[in-house]
T-cell receptor, first 111, second 113 residues
Framework: SQTIHQWPATLVQPVGSPLSLECTVE??????LYWYRQAAGRGLQLLFY??????ISSEVPQNLSASRPQDRQFILSSKKLLLSDSGFYLC??????????FGPGTRLTVT | AQSVTQLGSHVSVSEGALVLLRCNYS??????LFWYVQYPNQGLQLLLK??????LVKGINGFEAEFKKSETSFHLTKPSAHMSDAAEYFC???????????FGKGTSLLVTP
């Protein structure tokens, strides 16, 4: 069966520090991968999606970036965090059908 | 573009009462529709989905939803609420491209004893 992992589970970082969040999927190949952010009191905001290695589409211009160095690995990064980057970051995948399956999330607090 | 509107950011029901969470969609093409549930500090879990065929869709944990094209609705129901149903519920729509889901803002369900 397929599983999706995210780490770290929680992270507290100062403003201006770099960020790297990792997402990996097991038990499937060539999945579509997604990064979402969920801010307090707001819905899910799609940040990036990828249909293959090295193929990244950005939905929202900001100081975040994403990379897909391997088929089942998706990384969210920032060079300098802002206070507004705080939130719950969710990775998701789909196997080419329409539903998406979500990871457990990373709670990021920027101080 | 596709979008969903969830009516009511907070819904409170008594344990054993009917649960009704409302979702209306906007789509220029036949939509795929989804309901997800999110427990505190966890990811989203797929409850059910409508793609084609039968308009009454049954999901996990006793939930079901009915696709009504004439009303552009996909409301989520459960006959009898349990305390464990307290969570955030999200409705989502896809344009069938397989690339993206558009989520509603969510409805927080509170179940009281």
């Amino acid at each position: 069966s397929q599983t999706i992992h995210q780490w770290p589970a929680t992270l507290v970082q100062p403003v201006g520090s770099p960020l790297s969040l990792e997402c990996t999927v097991e038990g499937t190949s060539n999945p579509n991968l997604y990064w979402y952010r969920q801010a307090a009191g707001r819905g899910l905001q799609l940040l990036f999606y990828s249909v293959g290695i090295g193929q990244i589409s950005s939905e929202v211009p900001q100081n975040l970036s994403a990379s897909r160095p391997q088929d089942r690995q998706f990384i969210l990064s920032s060079k300098k965090l802002l206070l507004s980057d705080s939130g719950f970051y969710l990775c998701a995948w789909n196997p080419g059908t329409n539903e998406q399956y979500f990871g457990p999330g990373t709670r990021l607090t920027v101080t | 573009a596709q979008s969903v509107t969830q009516l009511g950011s907070h819904v409170s029901v008594s344990e054993g009462a009917l649960v009704l969470l409302r979702c209306n969609y906007s789509s220029s093409v036949p939509p795929y529709l989804f309901w997800y549930v999110q427990y505190p500090n966890q990811g989203l879990q797929l409850l059910l989905k409508y793609t084609t065929g039968a308009t009454l869709v049954k999901g996990i944990n006793g939930f079901e939803a009915e696709f009504k094209k004439s009303e552009t609705s996909f409301h989520l129901t459960k006959p009898s609420a349990h305390m464990s149903d307290a969570a955030e519920y999200f409705c989502a729509v896809s344009d069938r491209s397989g690339y993206a889901l558009n989520f509603g803002k969510g409805t927080s369900l509170l179940v009281t004893p």
